[in-house]
């Protein structure tokens, strides 16, 4: 049984920083692209970074130079870490995984909340 629990969403300032982690189990981590996405109120859900089990990344321009996505396969754990927040990226983000070979091996997380205002 796979799972990808989010954490570390909550309140920030404009301005302010937020690392969120995603922790992976019921698979072999190092075989699985991943990938942090969002969904605001009314917007449909949005790549924001993804890295492939080769580590490679890819950003959104919203968020290129303000965002990083790293992954610790030994803790099977994929990171992002979001510097200088604005509004315009409250939204829940989510944790995706999928097969790097297996395409239909696709996962999600429930979500965590990042809220944006001052």
């Known amino acids: 049984q796979v799972q990808l629990v989010e954490s570390g969403g909550g309140l920030v300032q404009p301005g302010g920083s937020l690392r969120l982690s995603c922790a992976a189990s019921?698979?072999?981590?190092?075989?699985?692209?991943m990938g942090w996405y969002r969904q605001a109120p009314g917007k449909q859900r949005e790549l924001v970074a993804g890295i492939t089990s080769e580590r490679i990344t890819n950003y959104a321009d919203s968020v290129k130079g303000r965002f990083t996505i790293s992954r610790d396969n030994a803790k099977n754990t994929v990171y992002l870490q979001m510097n200088s927040l604005k509004p315009e990226d409250t939204a829940v983000y989510y944790c995706?995984?999928?097969?790097?070979?297996?395409?239909?091996?696709?996962?999600w997380g429930q979500g965590t909340q990042v809220t944006v205002s001052s």
């Open positions: 019921g698979m072999i981590f190092r075989l699985y692209d």
């Open positions: 995706k995984g999928r097969h790097f070979r297996h395409y239909s091996l696709e996962y």
